[in-house]
């Protein structure tokens, strides 16, 4: 399957289920706004109660708050947006599209990458057992000449971006000789810095004064909260805060589905680090983060770590977990050492102070600061497009099946009376009545068995719990297991915690 065959699937399939319905779909849409179905918000939820979980309940230093969109816009002079949140962008004079210059390089990038990766398993396939992929990579000539092209372009690109030389970047891109992907012309205009913040009006106030912008990333309320939460929840360094929040950008192409939108949610968490620790906290962070992914099961191998070559105006280091979307591996979540970039021109803008004093050692300083930020419709997105799967069975028939990790499904179980009658569906539905207090359970009784596994199956519900005749007389019920299609009997005495150790979300704190 392609990447783009793959993606339209998740999409469709999306569609059909309940999972996510384009914006204002009876008006024909609107471009790159969604809305999430009954099963998707059920997914999106427990997304959001997994990570809240794991930063927030799991740590004693960590708290959790819920800003404002709207901030004062001083906010936004301070934290560098107004004017530094630009994207650079070239439109293509034949074709009349607009892209981001940084995204027409990378995508170049990525072919060359792509090539390597192509070499890699060409020597795998020659060399079996015996290929060494690390010394391939070190010593191959097609891969060094092609990893060295690599090299070049992104020092160019650096050092234009640095220099803010976007006539630099056009002509990197004319170098490289980049088409539009759409009339394959390389008739480019110069290249322009696009300010991505949405900007309103507050009240009836008209004019620069009243402009309000929303916010483009949910980190700033939690720095002008610093010490609201630092005095009040007696807070000592380090310790964390964390949000989950809308976050709105005019992104210059939103596309790939949920992947970029231009309003999105995010769930950051600022962790306040005394000055020098910050290298500690960042990879400390690095691996915290690594492992609450892995323990999601969807493949190790689908991760990887990206460090960025042009760093932000408030980063000394700064890296991406990249995940493997249909698309290929993108960035699913930053981790940033922000230094005490945010808090110092906080302090500087307002004039208050926004400080530590350490008890110890007497000082009173600016903390600084490792930020985790991950976008939750990506996530969304990663979590759906692994999961999909279309299988042949053994029979030859065919199913489509959505293996989410058991603890996140939407529905955790259904409860199947077997027929319609002879008292079935009543037992069901008590068992309906046991099960739904703490997890999310679904009840059906239309058409065959057969037929309900597999909606069952399409919506990613882990566990099918069917209710015969059996039954009525020893109390238990078939269990059938949504990725093996394996059954046990299991007595319904036992199923509330037999359905709990399957799917419970502390299912996934034990990994
Ligand atoms: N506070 C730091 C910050 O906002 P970022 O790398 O710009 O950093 C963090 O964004 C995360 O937010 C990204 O890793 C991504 O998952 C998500 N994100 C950013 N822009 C997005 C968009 N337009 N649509 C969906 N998610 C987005």
């Not at 906010?75 to 892209?99: E, Q």
């Not at 300010?195 to 980190?219: I, Q, W």
């Not at 980063?315 to 110092?344: Q, V, W, Y």
Request: hydrophobic letters at 40%; glycine letters at 6%.
């Amino acid at each position: 399957m392609s990447a783009e065959d793959g993606l339209k699937k998740v999409i469709s399939h999306a569609k059909e289920y309940g999972f996510v319905f384009p914006s204002s779909e009876i008006y024909d849409g609107l471009s790159a706004a969604y809305d999430y179905g009954q099963l998707g918000s059920e997914l999106k939820n427990n997304l959001k109660q997994y990570w809240w979980t794991a930063m927030v309940r799991m740590n004693d230093n960590i708290v959790g708050i819920d800003a404002a969109i709207f901030m004062h816009p001083t906010t936004w002079k301070a934290s560098g947006h107004v004017d530094a949140f630009n994207d650079p962008l070239i439109d293509n004079k034949n074709s009349k599209k607009r892209y981001r210059a940084d995204v027409l390089i990378e995508e170049f990038i990525g072919k060359i990458e792509s090539k390597i990766n192509k070499d890699v398993a060409k020597g795998k396939k020659r060399f079996g057992d015996d290929f060494n992929e690390e010394e391939f990579r070190s010593t191959n000539p097609n891969v060094l000449r092609r990893q060295q092209k690599i090299d070049g372009i992104n020092a160019k690109f650096k050092a234009a971006m640095d220099a803010d030389d976007l006539a630099a970047v056009k002509a990197l891109i004319e170098e490289l000789e980049i088409a539009c992907p759409i009339s394959g012309s390389k008739n480019w205009t110069d290249v322009r810095q696009f300010n991505l913040m949405f900007k309103t009006e507050l009240g009836a106030v008209s004019g620069d004064s009243g402009v309000v912008y929303l916010r483009p990333e949910t980190a700033q309320g939690i720095f002008v909260n610093y010490l609201n939460v630092q005095k009040s929840g007696r807070m000592k360094l380090p310790f964390g805060i964390a949000q989950i929040g809308k976050a709105f950008r005019n992104e210059i192409i939103a596309r790939q589905f949920i992947f970029r939108m231009r309003e999105f949610e995010q769930m950051e968490m600022q962790f306040f680090v005394k000055p020098g620790t910050q290298e500690e906290w960042y990879n400390h962070w690095k691996e915290a983060r690594k492992s609450w992914h892995a323990s999601l099961g969807m493949g190790d191998e689908n991760y990887r770590f990206h460090d960025h070559i042009k760093l932000a105006h408030y980063a000394d280091a700064a890296c991406d977990i990249e995940f493997n979307f249909p698309m290929g591996f993108k960035e699913l979540e930053g981790i940033h050492s922000r230094t005490d970039f945010d808090l110092k021109s906080h302090e500087e803008h307002s004039g208050k102070k926004l400080r530590f004093f350490d008890p110890e050692s007497k000082e009173s300083f600016i903390p600084y600061v490792v930020e985790t930020s991950i976008g939750l419709d990506r996530l969304f997105l990663a979590v759906l497009s692994n999961a999909y799967t279309e299988e042949t069975l053994d029979s030859g028939a065919t199913r489509t099946v959505l293996s989410i990790p058991p603890a996140i499904a939407p529905i955790k179980a259904a409860v199947l009376p077997l027929i319609k009658k002879d008292g079935l569906p009543e037992k069901a539905k008590e068992i309906l009545d046991l099960l739904r207090i703490n997890h999310n359970v679904q009840y059906d009784e239309k058409d065959a068995i057969g037929r309900r596994y597999r909606r069952q199956d399409a919506i990613g519900t882990p566990l099918c719990i069917t209710v015969d005749h059996d039954s009525l007389n020893d109390n238990a019920v078939t269990v059938r297991e949504r990725d093996g299609m394996t059954q046990e009997r299991v007595a319904i005495a036992d199923l509330a915690s037999y359905v709990d150790s399957k799917v419970g979300m502390h299912t996934l704190f034990n990994k």
